[in-house]
Structure formats: C-alpha cells, structure tokens
C-alpha cells in the first residue's frame, strides 16, 4: 500500500502564492506519475497538473503559465507551485499517484489518493 499524505494548504488572498508538497510511502518499487486533482464545492474533482517520472508535465488549461509541477523521485514527494492565486482556485487539492507497490514477490501497479488539502483565496 502507499499512503499520500499533502501539506501546504491553507488561505491566501488573490495574487498570492502557495506551495503544495505529497510525500508518498508504503512498499513503494516506483511511483510512475505524481499529480494534483481539485475539487471546488458543487464541482466534480479535475485534473490540475500531473508528471511522470521522466519528468513530462500536462497542465489544466486554467492553471498553465501560474502553477508548476515538481517532484523529486528520490524522495517521493511530488510538489505545486502555485502563483498569481486567483478565488476561482479556491478547492479540495488531491494528491494521486499511479505507483507500483511490492509486496513479497509480486508487484501490482494502482492509483492512491491523498486525503486532501483545502486551498481558499479570498478576493
């Protein structure tokens, strides 16, 4: 099993800034893609911003240009930089990751979520 366990959420005003970090452990063998979902009240949950081990990054359309994606594999901790804040973001951010865990001799690759971190930014 993997546990996600994100920090970094937290209340900023429109403008500012906030860095999101998920540190992932558990019987990891790798984790092949790190990324950060949202969901605002009334919405369903939405892509924000994924990469993959090599590096490769997609963003959603709403967030290019203002946030980043990041991880550090040695560590297996994935991270979002998140600038110029706008109440629009404000959410629910999930951490997800698509890793595969050992576990004696077998291996099985599975998606696991964090149990989220509440971002608000007021206007």
């Known amino acids: 099993q993997v546990q996600l366990v994100e920090s970094g959420g937290g209340l900023v005003q429109a403008g500012g800034s906030l860095r999101l970090s998920c540190a992932a452990s558990?019987?990891?063998?790798?984790?092949?893609?790190m990324g950060w979902y949202r969901q605002a009240p009334g919405k369903q949950r939405e892509l924000v911003a994924i990469?993959?081990?090599?590096?490769?990054?997609n963003y959603a359309e709403s967030v290019k240009g203002r946030f980043t994606i990041s991880r550090d594999n040695a560590k297996n901790t994935g991270y979002l930089q998140m600038n110029s804040l706008k109440p629009e973001d404000t959410a629910i951010y999930y951490c997800y990751a698509y890793a595969v865990v050992v576990n004696g001799h077998r291996s099985s690759a599975m998606d696991y979520w964090g149990n989220g971190t509440l971002v608000t930014v007021s206007s």
């Open positions: 558990g019987s990891i063998f790798t984790i092949n893609a």
């Open positions: 990469i993959t081990r090599g590096g490769s990054t």
